[in-house]
């Protein structure tokens, strides 16, 4: 997919209802839209509901824009108001600043278990290194691997997956993210620890229990 135009170019295109620009837009930017919509509502139906209404909002609201954020960052900021209305109408949303477990941003990102304790050679340290993983030649583009990343995002608390949809699969800046959130820098930081902390987890589980190429088992 061709890299879309400057934001200037792109919002000029969109302003004089270019239909090519508003279609390659849409190709480029709906599939990370729609899981992040996913992280606010209870059912698929209505994350694709909320992503037609946040580009209905952005056709009527493009005159509008300032450029005082990137283009981007202002149509998810839309997407996310939506989720969050339609979320409050399923009666499933509550405030986001609410919307974290006790434990979420506290406590050990990986069971302290798996580290020497103090009675150990290297206090600290890894009681077994962490798997170390095949080639990404031969195993990241792999429907499997696809499937237990998306498994393991699902699975995640609502901050947590709606911050590693936002950096990991679309790709915005931790500053835009905030701006996005509405939450602290600091916030930021802490939700996508743990949320990549949990992907790698599901996927070291995976890849230990994949065999390898030679068909033994991995250690």
Not at 99 to 116: K, M
Request: glycine content about 6%; proline content about 7%.
């Amino acid at each position: 997919m061709p890299p879309l135009p400057p934001d200037e170019e792109l919002v000029a295109a969109l302003r004089a209802g270019d239909e090519q620009a508003f279609a390659a837009t849409l190709e480029a930017w709906s599939s990370s839209l729609l899981r992040l919509a996913r992280s606010f509502v209870s059912t698929h139906a209505s994350a694709e509901e909320v992503v037609q209404d946040t580009w209905l909002a952005v056709i009527r609201g493009v005159n509008g824009f300032e450029g005082r954020s990137a283009f981007k960052t202002w149509v998810y900021r839309i997407l996310v108001n939506t989720a969050k209305k339609r979320g409050a109408q399923e009666h499933r949303s509550v405030p986001w600043a609410s919307l974290v477990p006790q434990d979420e941003d506290h406590g050990p990102t990986v069971d302290p278990a798996r580290f020497q304790g103090r009675d150990g050679a290297y206090p600290g340290h890894w009681q077994e290194p962490p798997q170390t993983w095949s080639s990404p030649e031969n195993r990241a583009l792999s429907l499997e691997i696809r499937a237990v990343i998306t498994s393991a995002l699902d699975g995640l608390p609502v901050r947590q997956r709606a911050v590693i949809s936002l950096r990991d699969v679309a790709e915005h800046t931790s500053d835009e993210v905030c701006d996005i959130l509405q939450i602290s820098a600091a916030n930021q930081r802490v939700l996508l620890h743990r949320a990549r902390a949990v992907v790698r987890e599901r996927l070291a589980e995976y890849l230990g229990r994949t065999p390898t190429a030679s068909g033994g088992p991995r250690a």
